[in-house]
C-alpha cells in the first residue's frame, strides 16, 4: 500500500448535515477543516507508521516508544517518539524522585520509577506506547514494567490503520466511528 | 556451494568497495545502486535533505528567566538529606522489603520546582504548541497552574471529554500580591475557516494576584466543541504576568458568536511583548461526543458538521494499451468510473430484489450453490466474491 506521509491533515467538507430543525441556520463557510494537532492522526490510529525491517531488532514500527537505561547508580526510563527523539523521561537520578528512595537501583526504586513515569505518561496522554522489552519473570525490569501498566499505561500500541480502496477485500471498522 | 567458499576464502582481503562487489557471485542476481553498508541509508538521505541552518532555524525564549539557586547551598542541603537517609534503618528495610511508596504528588511538586518546566518544554514542543501559538519562540513554564474541573485536572495534554468541560474550571497558582496575570485558553485545531486562526475560549485579564475572581473577563467561558470526525483539539490555557494593570478592551467582543471569537495568540503576543511574560502552560485534548449535538443547537444555533478523514488518493499507474499477465476484468475496472462500476452492482442485486415480496432468506453455505458449467472462470471467480461478500460488492451493500 502507498504511504504519504505529509498530506495528511485534510478532512472533507461535511459529508452529511442533519435534516433536524428548520429553525436552524444553514452552516456556511465550512472549508476543509485542518486539525493542526501533531498528535491528532496518532491517536486516530491513521498517522503515517515506519514498518521497518521485520527482522530487524530493535524494530522501527512505532509511534512512542518504551526504553530502559541502566547506568552504575540509577535507572533512566524514557519515552521516544519515532520522529521527535525522546518526548519525556524519569530516572532516579532526578532530585525529585532520588529525595525519596533508598538506593537508585533496587527493586523498589524500580518499582517506584515505574509509578512516576505511568503518572507522568498519563499527564501527558501517552497512554499507550510500545514495549520491545522482555524480561525475565520478577526481575527488577518486569516489576518496573507491571507497576508502568498498574498506572494505566498501556504497553502496546494499535496498529496503523490503512485506507481502503473499493478492490480491498473487507471493511474493517474505522476506528474514530466507534464510540464507547 | 564449495566453489563459492573456495572464492570466499581466496578472497585478499573484503574491506574495500570492489571487493564488496567480488562478494555478489551468485549468477543472474544483480545489485541495483551501491551495496547496503557503502549506499546512505533513508535516515541519512533524510537528515541530508532537512538540513537547518542554525543561523536562520533558531528559536528565542521569551519567558520568565529560571529560579535562580545558590549551586553550592543545595548541593550541601541535599548531600545532608542523603546522609540522612542512608542512616535512616526504616527506610531501609522498607527499600529492601519492596515497600517504600513515593508519594506521587510530593514528588510531582518537586519535578516542577527542579526539572519539570524543561521537560514541559520538551512535551509541548513534541504537541507542537509552542509552533502553533508563538511561531519561533519557545518558554519554559515556571509557573505551575492548577486547572480543575470538577474532578479532571488539566495537566499537559490528557484527555478531558466536552461534557467533562462544560462548566468553567477554578484556577490556582502561586503569586505575590504585587503581580498581575492574565489567562487566555485557546483552541488553535479548531477554527472552522480559517485554519492559521484559533477559537479564544476563555479570557480573563488583570487578575491581581492569585485572585481570579477580582480578574476582568474580556471573553466568556464557552466549552470545547470539537467537531465529528476531526479528532482531539488541543485547548491550550496560557498563563502571562505583567507587573501593571493593562488594557485588553480590543480583545473585547459584543457578540459571543463563533466569528467573534476568533484569535491568534502570535498577533497578540506581538503587541503586547514588551508588556507581558508567558509564566504558566496547560493543555488537554478533548474529542467529540454526542452531547455536543444539542450543545451545536442550542448554543451555537448551527447545524452540528460531521467531517471525514481524506485519505490520499491512491497510485494508479497509467493504462497500457497492451498490458501483459492482467486480469483483464479487474485491470479495466480500475480505469473505469467508480460510480458505474457500482451502478452495475447495484442492478444486478436489484434485479433480484422483488418490490412487494420479502426478501428471500440467504442460503446457509452461500459458496455451496450451483454455478453454470458454462460460465467462464473468472466470472466464477467474480460470482464467488459477491456471494462471500468481499470485495466491489461492499460498496454497494
Given at each position: ?8 491533515k485534510?478532512f472533507t ?5 442533519r435534516n ?12 476543509p ?24 531488532k ?7 516508544k518504551?526504553?530502559v ?12 517518539h ?16 532520588k ?6 537501583k ?14 507522568r ?5 501517552l497512554?499507550?506506547?510500545?514495549c ?24 502496546k ?15 474493517p471498522e ?7 | ?18 571487493n ?22 533513508l ?20 519567558g ?8 553550592a ?11 540522612q ?13 519492596r515497600?517504600?511508596i513515593v ?17 514541559l ?5 513534541h ?18 497552574l ?10 499537559y495534554?490528557?484527555?478531558i471529554?466536552?461534557e ?14 504585587d ?14 475557516s480559517?485554519?492559521d486562526?484559533?477559537?479564544v ?5 488583570n487578575?491581581p ?8 473577563t474580556?471573553?466568556?467561558y ?7 470526525g ?7 490555557f ?12 480590543p ?29 504558566g ?6 474529542d ?23 485519505f490520499?488518493?491512491p497510485?494508479?499507474r ?16 480500475k ?10 452492482f ?7 430484489i ?13 459458496n ?8 467462464p ?21
Amino acid at each position: 500500500m502507498q504511504v504519504v506521509r505529509n498530506c495528511t491533515k485534510l478532512f472533507t467538507p461535511p459529508v452529511q448535515i442533519r435534516n433536524s430543525s428548520n429553525a436552524l441556520v444553514k452552516n456556511q463557510n465550512l472549508a476543509p477543516f485542518v486539525n493542526r494537532n501533531p498528535r491528532n492522526l496518532e491517536r486516530m490510529r491513521i498517522a503515517y507508521k515506519p514498518d521497518g525491517y521485520h527482522v530487524e531488532k530493535p524494530g522501527k514500527n512505532y509511534w512512542h516508544k518504551l526504553n530502559v537505561t541502566l547506568s552504575g547508580k540509577y535507572v533512566t526510563a524514557t519515552i521516544t517518539h519515532f520522529e521527535n527523539g525522546e518526548v519525556l523521561r524519569a530516572s532516579t537520578s532526578e532530585w525529585c524522585i532520588k529525595k525519596y528512595l533508598y538506593r537508585g537501583k533496587d527493586t523498589s526504586a524500580f518499582i517506584n520509577l515505574g509509578r512516576i513515569l505511568g503518572f507522568r505518561c498519563l499527564q501527558t496522554g501517552l497512554t499507550e506506547i510500545s514495549c520491545d522489552l522482555e524480561p525475565k519473570e520478577d526481575s527488577k525490569v518486569a516489576l518496573f514494567l507491571k507497576a508502568l501498566e498498574d498506572s494505566g499505561v498501556q504497553l502496546k500500541e494499535p496498529t496503523q490503520f490503512k485506507a481502503i480502496y473499493p478492490w480491498h477485500y473487507e471493511r474493517p471498522e474505522k476506528p474514530w466511528e466507534v464510540v464507547e | 556451494m564449495s566453489k563459492v567458499l573456495l572464492k570466499l576464502n581466496t578472497l585478499p582481503c573484503l574491506g574495500g568497495y570492489e571487493n564488496a562487489f567480488a562478494l555478489f557471485i551468485r549468477k543472474g542476481h544483480h545489485l541495483r545502486g551501491k551495496p547496503p553498508g557503502v549506499a546512505k541509508s533513508l535516515q541519512q538521505k533524510l537528515s541530508e535533505l532537512n538540513i537547518k541552518d542554525p543561523s536562520v532555524h533558531y528559536k528565542v525564549d521569551i519567558g520568565l528567566p529560571p529560579v535562580q539557586v545558590s549551586r553550592a547551598q543545595q548541593v550541601q542541603e541535599r548531600l545532608d538529606h542523603l546522609k540522612q537517609q542512608r542512616n535512616d534503618k526504616e527506610l531501609e528495610r522498607l527499600s529492601r522489603n519492596r515497600k517504600l511508596i513515593v508519594n506521587l504528588e510530593e514528588s510531582n511538586k518537586d519535578w516542577l520546582a527542579t526539572v519539570g518546566p524543561q521537560h514541559l518544554r520538551k512535551i509541548a514542543e513534541h504537541y507542537g504548541v509552542f509552533k502553533d501559538l508563538f511561531g519561533d519562540a519557545y518558554f519554559y513554564p515556571q509557573v505551575p497552574l492548577n486547572i480543575l474541573y470538577d474532578t479532571n485536572q488539566v495537566y499537559y495534554g490528557n484527555i478531558i471529554k466536552p461534557e467533562d468541560a462544560s462548566q468553567t474550571p477554578q484556577v490556582t497558582f502561586d503569586s505575590d500580591n504585587d503581580s498581575f496575570w492574565t489567562l487566555i485558553m485557546t483552541n488553535p485545531d479548531g477554527h472552522f475557516s480559517n485554519n492559521d486562526k484559533e477559537y479564544v475560549h476563555w479570557f480573563v485579564a488583570n487578575i491581581p494576584g492569585n485572585k481570579i475572581q477580582n480578574g476582568e473577563t474580556i471573553v466568556e467561558y464557552l466549552q470545547p466543541f470539537p467537531p465529528k470526525g476531526t479528532g482531539y483539539h488541543r485547548h491550550i490555557f496560557i498563563l502571562y504576568k505583567h507587573s501593571k494593570k493593562l488594557d485588553f478592551s480590543p480583545y473585547k467582543t459584543q457578540g459571543l458568536t463563533l466569528t467573534d471569537r476568533t484569535f491568534n495568540t502570535y498577533d497578540f503576543y506581538k503587541t503586547l511583548q514588551d508588556n507581558i511574560t508567558p509564566a504558566g502552560l496547560v493543555f488537554f485534548q478533548s474529542d467529540w461526543s454526542p452531547s455536543l449535538k444539542t450543545f451545536y443547537h442550542n448554543v451555537l444555533k448551527m447545524k452540528e458538521p460531521i467531517y471525514e478523514y481524506d485519505f490520499p488518493a491512491p497510485y494508479i499507474r497509467p493504462q497500457d494499451w497492451y498490458p501483459k499477465r492482467k486480469p483483464f476484468n479487474l485491470y479495466l475496472d480500475k480505469y473505469r468510473d467508480p460510480k458505474e462500476i457500482n451502478k452495475e452492482f447495484l442492478m444486478r442485486k436489484l434485479k433480484n430484489i422483488h418490490p412487494f415480496k420479502a426478501p428471500k432468506p440467504e442460503p446457509l453455505y452461500p459458496n455451496a450453490q450451483f454455478i453454470d458449467k458454462d460460465v467462464p472462470s473468472w466470472l466464477k471467480t467474480e460470482i464467488k466474491k459477491s456471494r462471500l461478500k468481499w470485495g466491489r460488492i461492499n460498496e454497494i451493500e
